[in-house]
């Protein structure tokens, strides 16, 4: 699907202008907080992965929902857990496009980004 120019430089100005949770150090202490408090308060190390699957779908998603992230919590052919993509803002990186992926096969918590998106470095102030 083609997506002019001008229009997707539109719309991520309009999605990041003034959303002061799309700053990087937000986002990741958001991020950070919500899982220390569901692996705190759920314990999922210790239930089987069926379980944590359907804790991360019924607990951790709507809390990412109201960061302003949009989870998924599925698998596929070598990831079984919650992942998340979304666009970030910061002075010194500009925008950058983000990934969070918590495996529920090893417990672990993998967050990657991008390369800065030159289209949009307008959009930042």
């Known amino acids: 699907m083609y997506v002019d120019p001008r229009v997707a430089h539109g719309r991520a100005r309009h999605d990041l202008g003034k959303d002061p949770r ?6 990741d202490r958001q991020i950070v907080d919500a899982i220390e408090s569901f692996s705190y308060r759920y314990k999922p190390q210790s239930l089987p992965n069926r379980e944590v699957m359907r804790l991360l779908e019924r ?3 709507p809390v990412f929902r109201r960061i302003g992230l949009d989870p998924w919590v599925g698998t ?50």
């Open 22 to 27: 799309m700053f990087t150090e937000n986002v």
């Open 59 to 61: 607990k951790l998603a």
């Open 76 to 125: 596929n052919d070598d990831f079984r857990g919650l992942s998340a993509s979304y666009v970030t803002r910061s002075p010194e990186h500009g925008i950058r496009r983000r990934q969070m992926e918590m495996s529920v096969d090893s417990y672990k918590l993998r967050m990657c980004e991008s390369r800065r998106m030159p289209w949009l470095a307008a959009c930042v102030k």
